[in-house]
């Protein structure tokens, strides 16, 4: 991973955990079309997963909120590691969690954070 895409990663988790989702998608959109290579599902899944929290939170539309969750389990299902200091699997968990809450009604205590190491 080049150095810019790196930056352009960090950037995009700090404007997920700063709830900008919009923005976020935005930045990964960017990766995704940049990148070639077999790490590209990886930016799919977590633009996907922003979007999923653009809908709940800027659109109040569940239904795309479900979509976008499925379409990022989806993408990332098949790692099973660590990506770039993200943890793929724990990012798994929040997804299921989420909609596992969002699929009996419930809001969320508190919306998900990405952690980058």
């Known amino acids: 991973m080049s150095a810019y895409t790196r930056s352009r990663l960090i950037t995009a988790v700090n404007k997920f955990n700063e709830q900008d989702y919009f923005e976020?998608?935005?930045?990964?959109?960017?990766?995704?079309?940049?990148?070639?290579?077999?790490?590209?599902?990886?930016?799919?899944?977590l633009l996907h997963y922003a979007t999923a929290l653009y809908h709940l939170t800027g659109k109040n539309n569940i239904k795309g909120t479900f979509m976008q969750l499925e379409k990022a389990a989806d993408k990332l299902s098949v790692f099973t590691e660590n990506f770039q200091g993200i943890d793929i699997p724990k990012v798994l968990r929040q997804i299921k969690s989420?909609?596992?809450?969002?699929?009996?009604?419930?809001?969320?205590?508190?919306?998900?954070?990405?952690?980058?190491t």
């Open 98 to 116: 989420l909609h596992k809450r969002l699929t009996k009604g419930e809001a969320p205590k508190r919306l998900p954070r990405l952690k980058i």
């Open 24 to 45: 976020c998608h935005e930045i990964l959109e960017d990766i995704w079309f940049d990148v070639h290579d077999s790490t590209k599902d990886i930016y799919q899944g």
